[in-house]
């Protein structure tokens, strides 16, 4: 069974940092581009961050562009998303992915041979 789980939400004050971590178990997933969407109370899933199979090209959200980090470390199977000078509306559900194909446009599509996380809460305090 393939398993992407996310670990290192919580709650932060506005201007703070988090730092994000998805392991994946079951298979490896080296050779996929790796990031996050989030998904705020009433709003659609969107996409925030990824990475292509190699670490080498990174794909951002213009909203987090300058703020957010994605790493990813295919030794330990494994992406995170470090995020500095957090704002109220970051709060959101983020999920970690996994797809063949990275982003090749404004977003990000997730196809069947892809995989999502549980999804870990983020929330931010004015």
């Known amino acids: 069974q393939v398993q992407l789980v996310e670990s290192g939400g919580g709650l932060v004050q506005a201007g703070g940092s988090l730092r994000l971590s998805c392991a994946a178990s079951g298979r490896t997933f080296s050779n996929y581009a790796k990031g996050w969407f989030r998904q705020a109370p009433g709003k659609e899933r969107e996409f925030v961050a990824a990475?292509?199979?190699?670490?080498?090209?990174?794909y951002y959200a213009y909203s987090v562009k300058g703020r957010f980090t994605i790493s990813r470390d295919n030794a330990k199977n494994t992406v995170s998303l470090q995020m500095k000078s957090l704002k109220p509306e970051d709060t959101a559900v983020y999920y970690c992915?996994?797809?063949?194909?990275?982003?090749?446009?404004?977003?990000?599509?997730?196809?069947?041979?892809?995989?999502w996380g549980q999804g870990t809460q983020v929330t931010v305090s004015s």
């Open positions: 992915a996994a797809d063949p194909t990275p982003p090749y446009g404004p977003g990000w599509y997730i196809s069947q041979r892809g995989s």
């Open positions: 990475s292509n199979w190699s670490g080498g090209r990174t």
